[in-house]
Structure formats: structure tokens, C-alpha cells
């Protein structure tokens, strides 16, 4: 019995790693792609878009058909959809060509955490399945932590971006191959007819709210609020899944099986969870700019800087199987409160105390223990608690579905806290200078008051202020620049705080109503 739960959980870590690095990896090598296919950046965005898409749409998809078809089938799908797609971006000749090739690859990565929780949840025991889903989602979160730093390895060390995908074929081979001789699945399949139409609808609601988010600017956030191309994404999004609530409820109260169960969601526990859930995927999203942070702000070098993400993957790793362990003790709720104090106080240390890289190594392991301890164990356990057998996968997936959206969203939001701060930098240039007793040339100062374009690339930015001749003006602005940066991350710190302990406060009440729904569970088995 040990071997048959430990060879499934080694292969399921491995396809979670494995599709969880590629939207990371790919973000240090798209300046060369983009060169590579002659496209601007607004259009290599979308490299990370449509891939960020494509894993939110077959969240839900890779969820309820593993409960119709079995978990060990849909992985070993999926990871093949994953290694032709990999095989396929790597091989693209047009960048169109790679976009289609990026959305297939999505389709395969997006539903492998989904199965290896839900096969978690249905064969290991109560008591190991807080470690085993810790084990799941501290790989996750590392991923999304090193992501960019593997990527840029690769890139020096080969010159070409083509094996940051060709990498995957051979781990995708592999992982089929084991799949099928070492996953056993015993599953009882759930018979009903699959509810496509459902799909389809779900499918298109999500896609039009994700992608009316996409269109968000960060500096004129106010502004694009009111442009149509958000708006009216945004409001179709929301009336397509309004009607597929309504669809799903007709659809259960005739015996059919809906692709997400109305009474799940009529559980208020149930309803908490998911804000839970997106709460930690806003959290994780704040967490990949913390590279910057060192970079930007703390004048780390790009090449030693990935040195110093070490100890916030480590803690996060380490969060994330201590985070199970607690689970399997103290139950999900404890876990998701201490989880959301220590996330709390990390990043409260951002803004209030980090200005050496020794306090930045104790407030990233605070910040990567606490996110750590969110992912996998104690969010899967709570949204599958009265989920029923049959439902696991569906469940699961709905709570990864939010997250997913978190992190299509948050990141629009934090990245306007960092452009928005730079149309201070002229004041606080005049402002070094009037500390010091010196006039402005109005000429000189015009040359940064607009730098909002400028602050994209902080780097570019110090390296053209060092060659000013003079060392006390070039001292100055400098020292302007680092205060600017710091604005600019102080928000973005500040925002993650409020979600960490928006988290805490969800918990908390997702204690309460599950103490009161305890005896009169909804048995949806």
C-alpha cells in the first residue's frame, strides 16, 4: 500500500512542477521570442495570456471529466496534451502558430493539479492527506517562484529559447510511461452523461470575464474601468455565468449531472473557501514580484539576484509540507489562519523595515512560509469536505478555478501600483534637490517628471542617471529614483497585506459556518 501512494504522489508532484513552471520560465525570454517572431511586446503578452486562459478553461473541463472518466486516464491526456504542446511551441515557425500551440499546452497543464488533489482526496487516508497535498502544492508555489530564474538558466546556457519548451517532451514521455504502470485507479466513475452545453457556457463566461481584466490598464486603472473593452467583457461574463447557474440548477433538479453542483454552492462553508482560494492566488500572484523588488529596489544585479529567491522558494516548499502536516494535526481552518498571519506579517515587513538584503531574507521566508501553507492541503480539504465522492474532481477544481482568476487579475493591479508611483518621480527629485539648498534647471527636471515610460526598466533607468558628471546631482536623483521604486512596491506590499488578512478573516468565518453545518451536511455522494 505505501508503494501504490508513493509512486502516484512522486508522478503527480513531477506533472505539477512541470506545468506550474512554464508560465513562469517563459517571462525571462520574452524579449527574444518577441524578437524572435518580430512582434511587439503587447503582443508577446499574450504568450502569457492565452496560456493563463487556456489553464483556467481546462480547470473545470479536466475536474468533471476525471470524475466521469477516471483520474488515471485524464492525467495521462493530459500530460500527452502537455508534451505535444510543448513538442509544438517549440517547433512553431509563425507566431501565430505558437499562440495555438500555447493554448494546447495549456489545456494540458491546467488539469493535472486538479486530478493529483482529487486522486489525494479519494485513496490516501484522512491522516496523510494534509502532507500528501502539501507535498502538491508546495510544488506549485516553488515553480511559480523559480520560473523565471530556470528559465533564464536555460537561456544562457543554450542561447536559444526553443529548449525552454523541448525540456518538457522527455519529462511529459516519461511521466506517461509511469503513469500507466504505477497509477492505480479504482475509482466509481460517476455515469451520468457529461453536460457539454454546460461546459461550453462555463467555458465562454470565464473566458469573457478573465479576458475583460486583460484589458485593464495599471496606470489608468480608473479609466480603463470605463473603456468598453472592459465593460462590456466584463458584463457579458457576468450574465453567461449567471445563466449557467440557472442552467446547472434546471439541470440538477432533473436528475442529470451539472458540471458544478448548485447545492455545493448553496453551502455557505463552500462559498467561503473559494474566496479563500482566490485570496491565495492574489497572494501568489504579489509574490512573483518580489524578483523585482530585489533587483529595483535593493540594487541586486540580475545575475546574483536569483541567488537571493532562494531562501522565499525554500520557505515556501518547507510552508507548504508544514502547512499539510498542520492540516493532518490541527485541521484546515488553524492552518489557514496561521497561514494568513504569518503572509500578514512578512509583507507588512516590506514597507515598514526592509532596506538591507539580510531583512529581505527574513521577511521572504515569512512571506513564503505563510503562502506556502495555502497551497494544496487546507483550501482542497475544506471545498471537498461535502463534495461526495463523486463530485472530489469538480470541487477541486472550481477553488483552482478562482485562484486562477486571482492570478489573471492581481497582477494588473499590483503592476499599477509600480507605473503609477513613477509620475512622482519629478517631485521627488525637486525635492532631493530642495533638501540640499539647489535650484533645478527646469530643463533637467523636465527630463523625468513624465517617467512613467522610463519606469518599465528601472535598470535602464539607474544606468543612465550614473553617467551624469556630476556625483552630487547624480547622488541625488539616484536617491530620488530608489524613493520612487519604493512608492511604487510599497503599495503593491501593502495590497498583499490586505489580502493576507482578508484570508485570515475568511478562514475564520468558514470555521464558524462549518461548526454550524456539522449534522446537517448536504450528502452529495
Known amino acids: 500500500m505505501q508503494k501504490q501512494m508513493k509512486w502516484p504522489l512522486i508522478l503527480f508532484a513531477v506533472g505539477v512542477f512541470m506545468a506550474a513552471l512554464d508560465n513562469g520560465i517563459i517571462t525571462s525570454s520574452l524579449t527574444t521570442l ?24 481546462s480547470v473545470p473541463i479536466a475536474g468533471k471529466l476525471s470524475d466521469r472518466y477516471g483520474r488515471k486516464k485524464l492525467f495521462l491526456i493530459e500530460v500527452a496534451l502537455f508534451g505535444i504542446g510543448s513538442l509544438l511551441v517549440a517547433l512553431s515557425t509563425s507566431f501565430t502558430f505558437f499562440l495555438v500551440a500555447r493554448v494546447i499546452q495549456a489545456l494540458g497543464g491546467g488539469g493535472i493539479f486538479i486530478i493529483a488533489s482529487s486522486y489525494v482526496l479519494s485513496k490516501f487516508p484522512a491522516e496523510r492527506q494534509g502532507t500528501a497535498l502539501g507535498l502538491l502544492g508546495g510544488m506549485n508555489g516553488v515553480a511559480a517562484i523559480l520560473g523565471p530564474n530556470i528559465g533564464a538558466f536555460i537561456l544562457d546556457m543554450t542561447g536559444n529559447w526553443h529548449w525552454l519548451f523541448l525540456i518538457n517532451v522527455p519529462i511529459a514521455i516519461l511521466l506517461f510511461i509511469a503513469g500507466i504502470r504505477y497509477i492505480q485507479d479504482e475509482q466509481e466513475l460517476n455515469r451520468a452523461a457529461v453536460d457539454w452545453s454546460g461546459i461550453a457556457v462555463l467555458t465562454l463566461g470565464v473566458l469573457s470575464l478573465m479576458y475583460s481584466f486583460s484589458n485593464l490598464d495599471g496606470v489608468n486603472m480608473l479609466q480603463s474601468l470605463g473603456s468598453p473593452m472592459f465593460y462590456g467583457f466584463f458584463l457579458v461574463g457576468v450574465v453567461v455565468l449567471i445563466v449557467f447557474y440557472f ?17 455545493l454552492l448553496g453551502i455557505a462553508s463552500f462559498r467561503w473557501t473559494l474566496l479563500i482560494a482566490f485570496f491565495s492566488g492574489a497572494i501568489l500572484a504579489s509574490v512573483i514580484f518580489i524578483p523585482g523588488f530585489v533587483e529595483q529596489y535593493l540594487g541586486v544585479s540580475n545575475t546574483a539576484s536569483g541567488y537571493w529567491f532562494t531562501p ?16 493532518d494535526k490541527k485541521g484546515p481552518i488553524w492552518t489557514l489562519s496561521v497561514a494568513g498571519l504569518l503572509s500578514a506579517i512578512g509583507f507588512l515587513l516590506f514597507p515598514l523595515w526592509v532596506e538591507h538584503i539580510w531583512q529581505f531574507v527574513i521577511a521572504s521566508t515569512l512571506v513564503g512560509i505563510g503562502f506556502g501553507m495555502m497551497l494544496g492541503a487546507p483550501v482542497n480539504v475544506l471545498v471537498t469536505e461535502q463534495a461526495g465522492e463523486n463530485n472530489k474532481g469538480i470541487a477541486v477544481a472550481t477553488s483552482s478555478l478562482f485562484r486562477q482568476m486571482a492570478m489573471a487579475i492581481a497582477p494588473t493591479i499590483f503592476a499599477g501600483f509600480l507605473a503609477r508611483s513613477f509620475s512622482n518621480l519629478g517631485t521627488n527629485i525637486q525635492d532631493g534637490f530642495a533638501d540640499q539648498g539647489i535650484q533645478v534647471p527646469p530643463e533637467m527636471l523636465g527630463q523625468y517628471t513624465s517617467g512613467g515610460a522610463s519606469g518599465s526598466d528601472v535598470s535602464s533607468l539607474t544606468e543612465g542617471l550614473s553617467q551624469i558628471p556630476d556625483p552630487g546631482i547624480r547622488e541625488t536623483i539616484l536617491q530620488a529614483l530608489h524613493v520612487t521604486t519604493g512608492q511604487g512596491y510599497n503599495g503593491l506590499f501593502w495590497s498583499a497585506v490586505i489580502f493576507s ?24 455522494s
Open 34 to 57: 518577441n524578437a524572435s517572431f518580430g512582434v511587439s511586446p503587447t503582443w508577446g503578452a499574450w504568450t502569457i495570456t492565452l496560456y493563463t486562459l487556456g489553464l483556467a478553461v
Open 247 to 263: 442552467l446547472e440548477r434546471r439541470l440538477e433538479g432533473s436528475g442529470r449531472e451539472p458540471v458544478v453542483s448548485t447545492q
Open 312 to 327: 522565499l522558494a525554500l520557505a515556501s516548499g518547507i510552508g507548504a509540507g508544514g502547512g499539510g502536516y498542520l492540516v
Open 501 to 524: 488578512v482578508l484570508t485570515l478573516v475568511a478562514a475564520l468565518i468558514t470555521g464558524v459556518l462549518r461548526n454550524r453545518e456539522k449534522g446537517s451536511a448536504v450528502d452529495l
